[in-house]
Every structure is written in structure tokens, then in C-alpha cells.
């Protein structure tokens, strides 16, 4: 088997559009999402929980990544937005007897068309300002949370079944894996191939030099719009998805933290990019597992170390956060890519 | 289309009536007029802070005018916004290159086809079929336009790790990529050796002879400028200080006491004798 091709061989434009270049790359690929199919069986819930949360947070962290990393839209409300889909999904499927399989993409346009309407001052605001002003979304949505009762029942929260799709019920970890992990996978081809299409050079171009993205015709409200709309779509789908999951919501879970949580996301995992999307996610939902692990293990040595957990925890992450800042502004994508651009030449990098 | 330098009345595709723009008190255009013909280079000169890039600003409606109108063809397009100004022909480069620096080279000149594409958000997240194909039609117009400016090497490369010189090429490619009947260049030669302004000359004269396309052009380059523009105007403080062939305004008076000197004036004459 050959391990590489050293150089380009392709004769036309259709094979260097192609995702997955050549046979190793293609090879991995696959090799992984067997992987991906088998392994669920061998693990425990508690495992298969946390790659569920994993699951979700990217979906979240996709959408996000799309607004503020690719279209350079700053938002505070993402927490806010996932929460829009859950009640949403969790009131069509509840209150009105909508199957889950239209209740989620429901949820969905819902949650983008919330994330339009919160997106309108991005036309005049930029930057910190417009950060502003997706907060003030989130603490509008909080509020609608909390006092929107018929539909959403308040500070009780809201009780939630297990999605079922044509009889069969999604009501254990294993089988909330499979669904959870086909629509994330979808939510990746999706989100990819739109950033590498017209719409998301345009996202790019506004990012990159507003200006001159408008000169060449691009309409920049209805691009930036388009932002928060599919941004908040995605996010509608993790809240609906995350709903049925947890079969309980209240407005506790989708507060300014989880925003400030997906935007940490992006950054460790790397703005304006979308296997960025994925490691920032896979780490925010591991380390705090990870720290739980450990201070497990050290309480029989250190027993004050539980009482002190949710502060280490705070800790670690800010910790984490400024050192990404400092040592690694493009994120863990950035670091993998010179990790593969290092192993292409192996060993004969000279 | 290109029956502009032929016909024996030729066409105006670009008119500015009196545009007056003023930022608070201080007047950038003051009464600007002047008509572009097609299939013309037509440069506009001028010392620093002339109004030379207002007037391109008003006319890719990036400002509004205060008072007076901009025709594109006998339409008036004062007060369209940019990204409607755009499909109707009209591409622009800017004096400070503002490329899409994080994208590459490709990416920069397909986003130059946006307003020839039709894809949407779902149409390329599904990346099938229709989506697919227009991708990779618009793909070959981008080669092609790599072709001529001579950038193969630097296809993928992403622009932010370009030298200047290449930035300023590539700018004029996403300003080309759009198919424009009326290309606006800021200075396109700021900054370049002798080398790379002799390139972009070829460049300039060579789309607006190939491609047909009217070339409103502002340079400080009087060499270049006075060798390749068919009209020049000169702008003073706002003002319009003179119109003609390169010839007149060379032996304009005025011109050579407000803008090109006597020096100069000796120099260029002796440079195009």
C-alpha cells in the first residue's frame, strides 16, 4: 500500500474539490466511522453519556464556529439559543403530539428564526458592540424562559420524553448514541461543505474585509443574517436534541455560562474552522470529566478536594482558556494541522 | 459590447453631473463632472487628498454625494447601495489592498463570482448536483483568470502570506472575476518597482483591449499614467482643475502649476518624446 502521493497528479478541477484526497485519507475515514459504529457496544453509560454530551456541543460548537469564527459575528447568546430549541422541541412533541423527527427540524427553524431577529443589529454593530447586544438576547431569552410559562412551565421545568421515531424509542445511552451521532455527522458535512461553497466565502469575505465583500456584491445583511440563521438552526437542533436526552429542562441550563462555554469551545478548537469545531468540543465536554476522574481518585489522599471541585473546575478552565490564547491563538485545528503537515514529509522532512 | 472604440459617436458608460460630497465642514468634491467613454483608460490625478478615492467611493456607492448624480449607462446609480452596483458591471480595487486574507488565492477570485453564482445556504451545504456543478464552472472562469495574470504558483496559497506586489495583482483578479464593463483602480501601481509596474501596465492594457473593458484609473505614476490613459482628469482639493488627452493636460498651465510642475513637466515630455 502506497502511504502518499508526492505530488499532484490530479487533471481535473472535480478531483481537487474532493474532501478526502487520497486513499489513506480515505481510508481513515472509514476505518473511523466503523470504529465509531462498534465501539458504543463495549462502553459503559457513563461513558457513552459523556460522548453523547460530545455529540451535542458539537452540533452547538458547528453553529457557533459558522457565526463568530467563519462570518466574524461575535454572540453571547448561543446558551440562549439552544435553550429556544429545546422548549421548542420539547413543546411540539409534549404539548402538541408533533413526532420528534419533524419536532427537530422544527425546532430548528424556530431557533433560526429567533437568531435572525437577534441578528438584525449586526448590520450597525460590530465587534464588542454587537457582543452587547447578543447578550441582551440572552438575558431577553432567559426571561421568556422563566416567564413564558404555558409553553415552557416556568422555573419547574419541563418534563420531556424520549424521542421516538416510527414506534422505536431512542431511551437508552447506546441508542441516543447512534442518533446523536448521525445528525452530528450531518451537521459536519453540512456546515463543511457550506463554508467551502458560495455562501460561505461570503461569510468569510465579511469577516475578512467587509468592505470590499460588498463591493463585489455581496448584500451583507442578508449574508449576516443567513449567519445567525444557520447558526441558530444548529443550535435548535443540539437544544432539541439535548432535551430528550436529559427528559428535564429548566432555564438554569442554557445561561450567559453555556454561551461563554461554546465560545471557549471555538477558541481552544480553532476559529474558522471546522475540525476546530469538533476538538474544542470533544475538550470542553472531556476536561471537566477528566478533573471529576481525578479529584475522585485524589479525595482518599486530599478529601477536601470534592468540596473545592466546581472551583477548580472555573479555575481550570479560565487557566486553559489564556493558556490557548497565549500559546496557541488558532487553536488545537492550527496544531494539527502542522502535526499532519509534519508526519506528510516523515522522515524526510527536509 | 466593445463597439465603443469603432462607432463614430462613442458611448458614455460612466457620467458624474456636479457631485459634491463633503465629510462636516470639509468639502471632498465640490461640482465634479466628467464623462467616461467606452473602451477608454481614463486615469484621474491629482496631489494626495484631491477627492481622487471619494469620487471612486461615491461612484461604487460606498458614499452618497451631498448634491449631483452618477450615470452608469443613463442610469443613475446615486443612491444604490454597493452590492447592487456591482451586478450591474461596475468592479473596483481599493489603494490599501483589502483582500480576504484568510482565504486563498482561489477563494479570493471566486468570491469575485459571487454575483454570477446561484447557490444558496442548502443547495451548498448538500454540495450535489446543481451546486456541484456551478462550483466547478465558476472553478475553470478562475483559472482561466490565473492564468492570465500569471499566478499559478500561488493558487492555494492563502493571500495574508503574499508579498505586495502579488496582493495588488490578485486584487486586480477579484475585480476581474467579477466581468465588469467599468473596472475603478486605486492605484494600482502604488508602491511597485519599476518591474512590477511595467506587469501591471501590460495587465491594464491588456484587459482593456482583450476584455473590452473601460478602465477608470487613479495613479500617481505620471509615466505610466500619461503612456496608457486615452483621457486624464485632474482633481485639486475637491475641485475639478482640468480635462483633455494626456497631451493637454501635459500643456495645461494650470495643471503644471498646481499639480505637475515645471520639472516634471520637462522630464515627462522629454520621457515621451
Known amino acids: ?350 | 459590447m466593445g463597439e465603443g472604440k469603432t462607432a463614430s459617436a462613442p458611448q458614455v458608460i460612466l457620467e458624474a453631473e456636479s457631485v459634491s460630497l463633503s465629510f462636516g465642514g470639509v468639502n471632498a468634491l465640490l461640482n465634479v463632472g466628467f464623462k467616461v467613454e467606452q473602451g477608454d483608460i481614463y486615469s484621474v490625478i491629482g496631489p494626495n487628498g484631491a477627492g481622487k478615492s471619494s469620487m471612486f467611493n461615491v461612484i461604487s456607492g460606498l458614499y452618497r454625494p451631498q448634491r449631483g448624480r452618477i450615470l452608469y449607462k443613463g442610469k443613475e446609480i446615486t443612491t444604490l447601495p454597493p452590492h447592487k452596483i456591482a451586478p450591474l458591471g461596475i468592479a473596483r480595487s481599493f489603494q490599501n489592498v483589502e483582500l480576504f486574507k484568510g482565504m486563498t488565492v482561489i477563494d479570493n477570485l471566486l468570491l469575485g463570482r459571487h454575483i454570477h453564482m446561484k447557490s444558496g445556504l442548502f443547495s451548498g451545504g448538500l454540495f450535489f448536483g446543481k451546486a456541484q456543478k456551478e462550483e466547478l464552472r465558476h472553478r475553470e472562469f478562475v483559472e482561466d483568470l490565473i492564468d492570465f495574470l500569471e499566478i499559478e504558483h500561488i493558487r492555494k496559497k492563502p493571500v495574508g502570506t503574499l508579498s505586495y506586489g502579488l496582493q495588488k495583482r490578485l486584487e486586480l483578479g477579484r475585480a476581474l472575476a467579477l466581468e465588469p464593463e467599468l473596472l475603478l483602480l486605486d492605484e494600482p501601481m502604488a508602491g511597485m518597482n519599476l518591474e512590477e509596474t511595467e506587469d501591471m501596465a501590460r495587465f491594464i492594457l491588456d484587459i482593456n483591449r482583450e476584455r473590452d473593458t473601460t478602465v477608470l484609473l487613479i495613479e500617481h505614476d505620471m509615466g505610466v499614467v500619461m503612456d496608457i490613459s486615452d483621457k486624464v482628469t485632474v482633481l485639486n482639493f475637491g475641485e475639478l482643475l482640468a480635462s483633455g488627452t494626456p497631451q493637454e493636460i501635459q500643456e495645461n498651465p494650470v495643471v503644471i502649476n498646481a499639480y505637475l510642475g515645471d520639472e516634471d513637466s520637462v522630464f515627462l515630455a522629454g520621457r515621451a518624446g
Open chain 1, 1 to 350: 500500500m502506497s502511504a502518499h502521493i508526492c505530488g499532484d497528479y490530479k487533471t481535473s478541477y472535480k478531483e481537487d474539490m474532493v474532501l478526502f484526497q487520497t486513499f489513506f485519507s480515505k481510508f481513515w475515514l472509514i476505518a473511523f466511522l466503523i470504529f465509531l459504529c462498534i465501539i458504543p457496544h463495549f462502553l459503559d453509560n457513563y461513558v457513552l453519556y459523556v460522548c453523547n454530551m460530545i455529540g451535542i456541543a458539537i452540533i452547538g460548537a458547528l453553529g457557533l464556529n459558522i457565526l463568530t469564527g467563519f462570518t466574524g459575528q461575535i454572540s453571547l447568546g448561543h446558551g440562549a439559543f439552544l435553550g429556544i430549541g429545546a422548549y421548542a422541541s420539547a413543546y411540539l412533541v409534549m404539548d402538541l403530539g408533533i413526532p420528534f423527527f419533524i419536532a427537530m427540524p422544527c425546532a430548528g427553524l424556530i431557533t433560526a428564526m429567533f437568531g435572525m431577529v437577534f441578528g438584525i443589529p449586526s448590520l450597525r454593530l460590530k465587534g464588542l458592540y454587537l457582543a452587547i447586544a447578543t447578550l441582551a438576547a440572552q438575558f431577553i431569552i432567559e426571561y421568556l424562559m422563566v416567564h413564558v410559562e404555558p409553553v415552557t412551565n416556568g422555573v419547574l421545568g419541563k418534563m420531556v420524553d424520549f424521542p421516538s421515531i416510527m414506534g422505536f424509542t431512542f431511551d437508552t445511552d447506546l441508542k441516543y448514541f447512534y442518533l446523536i451521532g448521525t445528525v452530528a455527522i450531518l451537521a459536519t458535512i453540512m456546515s463543511k461543505n457550506i463554508v467551502r461553497t458560495r455562501s460561505g466565502r461570503a461569510f468569510i469575505a465579511i469577516r475578512d474585509q467587509y468592505i470590499s465583500a460588498e463591493v463585489m456584491g455581496v448584500n451583507l445583511f442578508k449574508y449576516k443574517l443567513l449567519a445567525f440563521a444557520f447558526s441558530s438552526f444548529l443550535a435548535g437542533i443540539a437544544g432539541s436534541l439535548w432535551a430528550h436526552y436529559v427528559t428535564i429542562i429548566t432555564p438554569e441550563h442554557f445561561t450567559i455560562g453555556v454561551s461563554i462555554e461554546y465560545l471557549a469551545m471555538i477558541i481552544i478548537g480553532g476559529m474558522g474552522s471546522i475540525i476546530g469545531s469538533i476538538f474544542g468540543a470533544v475538550f470542553m465536554v472531556l476536561l471537566p470529566e477528566v478533573l471529576r476522574g481525578l479529584s475522585g481518585t485524589l479525595s482518599g489522599e486530599f478529601p477536601m478536594i470534592v468540596n473545592i471541585f466546581a472551583a477548580i473546575k472555573e479555575g481550570v478552565f479560565g487557566l486553559i482558556i489564556i493558556i490557548f490564547l497565549v500559546y496557541e491563538p488558532d487553536g488545537m485545528a492550527h496544531r494539527w494541522q502542522m502535526i499532519k503537515a509534519y508526519w506528510k514529509l516523515w522522515p524526510f522532512s527536509y
